[in-house]
T-cell receptor, first 115, second 110 residues
Framework: NAGVTQTPKFQVLKTGQSMTLQCAQD?????MSWYRQDPGMGLRLIHY???????DQGEVPNGYNVSRSTTEDFPLRLLSAAPSQTSVYFC??????????????FGPGTRLLVL | RKEVEQDPGPFNVPEGATVAFNCTYS??????FFWYRQDCRKEPKLLMS???SGNEDGRFTAQLNRASQYISLLIRDSKLSDSATYLC???????????FGRGTSLIVHP
């Protein structure tokens, strides 16, 4: 099993550009999520999904879109990049037990710099 | 009060020492708890879940105190390889949005 994979590992964007961060998991997990991690801020949830076709907002969703057309893939789209979106982005997946996530497995992260 | 709080540290300890971290949470509806470990510039990885009865895994012991609303992590016989940031995670009942603490930095020196 590859677990959770993310591409790209690094990206530099100019303000106003758009891009998609890819995330895939091969563990058949229902739950997938995107976090950003900034110095001193901890991990903050951007968007999450509890199954194909179902997405919802986390704590900091503005400026980001997601879709979940398959169980395996959960891409994160930056609509118009801003310097405030410079961060490290982690995708995670887990199985669900009722209304709770089980152990979350994280991808290796994408380091994004917006100039 | 932040929903989940951790002392950022760093905790600077010699090899072989015992060190303990606490993590306090504010929402009494919180129902599941975890400790994750994050190495520098790497992704978080599960260290252990925290059960009401407490649990132990080798040198690591996690405890939950619901009355005082905190979880703890005890590391015995610290190793150099234990140097990392330790994140606590709290899940509220009925919510799919886990809350991460900002992490506690541990540095184990020779």
């Amino acid at each position: 099993n590859a677990g959770v994979t993310q591409t790209p590992k690094f990206q530099v964007l100019k303000t106003g550009q758009s891009m998609t961060l890819q995330c895939a998991q091969d563990m058949n997990h229902e739950y997938m999520s995107w976090y950003r991690q900034d110095p001193g801020m901890g991990l903050r949830l951007i968007h999450y999904s509890v199954g194909a076709g179902i997405t919802d907002q986390g704590e900091v969703p503005n400026g980001y879109n997601v879709s979940r057309s398959t169980t395996e893939d959960f891409p994160l789209r930056l609509l118009s990049a801003a310097p405030s979106q410079t961060s490290v982005y982690f995708c995670a997946s887990s199985s669900l037990r009722g209304a709770f996530q089980e152990t979350q497995y994280f991808g290796p992260g994408t380091r994004l710099l917006v100039l | 009060r932040k929903e989940v709080e951790q002392d950022p540290g760093p905790f600077n300890v010699p090899e072989g020492a015992t060190v303990a971290f606490n993590c306090t949470y504010s929402n009494s509806a919180s129902q599941s708890f975890f400790w994750y470990r994050q190495d520098c510039r790497k992704e978080p990885k599960l260290l252990m879940s925290v059960y009401s009865s407490g649990n132990e895994d080798g040198r690591f012991t996690a405890q939950l105190n619901r009355a005082s609303q905190y979880i703890s992590l005890l590391i015995r016989d610290s190793k150099l390889s234990d140097s990392a940031t330790y994140l606590c995670v709290v899940n509220r009942g009925g919510s799919y949005i886990p809350t991460f603490g900002r992490g506690t930095s541990l540095i184990v020196h020779p």
